[in-house]
T-cell receptor, first 112, second 117 residues
């Protein structure tokens, strides 16, 4: 079945460091891929998305490229801030339905 | 423009009781999905409602049921509560665009934190 695997956290970085959070997936078709962010005490917010191979999603300095050959959708940011501290979830959705399949989440801690 | 709203924000119940959670979708959205998020884990899909019918269901027992109203709002009902039902329950809405699935993402509410004693 479909699944999403994320790198385990927590990931702890200093402010202005480069961020990569790995995400790989298995799917039978050609899913859409998403990164959601959950700040402490809040609900899930869509961060970025990509709907087909080689698409690059970007938002708030974060980027992720849909790599079909490696079935990956790694999240990157060139210079993180303390305010980026949150839990990041990678998710996929088959184009034939609405159900989102989620990774376990990666907690990101940015120290000043 | 209000986003997805859920009520209540927190709820405490005891084993064996029943609970109803409520969700109002984002304006313009007609499809509502419910997820259960246990502490430290990713959300798990419970079911999805469209045109007042359950269209898809995840791996949850029949104790979990729902309803969608003509104004697209939705309820999640859980009967015979177990300790393991303690979780954050998330509602998400999106626009289906008729019979066909839209590639628009789901928008989430802040969730209802359910604690079972």
């Amino acid at each position: 079945g479909n699944s999403v695997t994320q790198m385990e956290g927590p990931v702890t970085l200093s402010e202005e460091a480069f961020l990569t959070i790995n995400c790989t997936y298995t799917a039978t078709g050609y899913p859409s891929l998403f990164w959601y962010v959950q700040y402490p005490g809040e609900g899930l917010q869509l961060l970025l998305k990509a709907t087909k191979a080689d698409d690059k999603g970007s938002n708030k300095g974060f980027e992720a490229t849909y790599r079909k050959e490696t079935t990956s959708f790694h999240l990157e940011k060139g210079s993180v801030q303390v305010s980026d501290s949150a839990v990041y979830f990678c998710a996929l959705r088959e184009n034939s339905n609405y159900q989102l399949i989620w990774g376990a989440g990666t907690k990101l801690i940015i120290k000043p | 423009d209000a986003g997805v709203t859920q009520s209540p924000t927190h709820l405490i119940k005891t084993r064996g009781q029943q609970v109803t959670l409520r969700c109002s979708p984002k304006s313009g959205h007609d499809t509502v999905s419910w997820y259960q998020q246990a502490l430290g884990q990713g959300p798990q899909f419970i079911f999805q409602y469209y045109e007042e019918e359950e269209r898809q269901r995840g791996n949850f027992p029949d104790r979990f049921s729902g309803h969608q109203f003509p104004n697209y709002s939705s309820e999640l009902n859980v009967n015979a509560l177990l300790l393991g039902d303690s979780a954050l329950y998330l509602c998400a809405s999106s626009a289906r665009a008729g019979r066909f699935f839209s590639n628009q993402p789901q928008h989430f509410g802040d969730g209802t934190r359910l604690s079972i004693l």
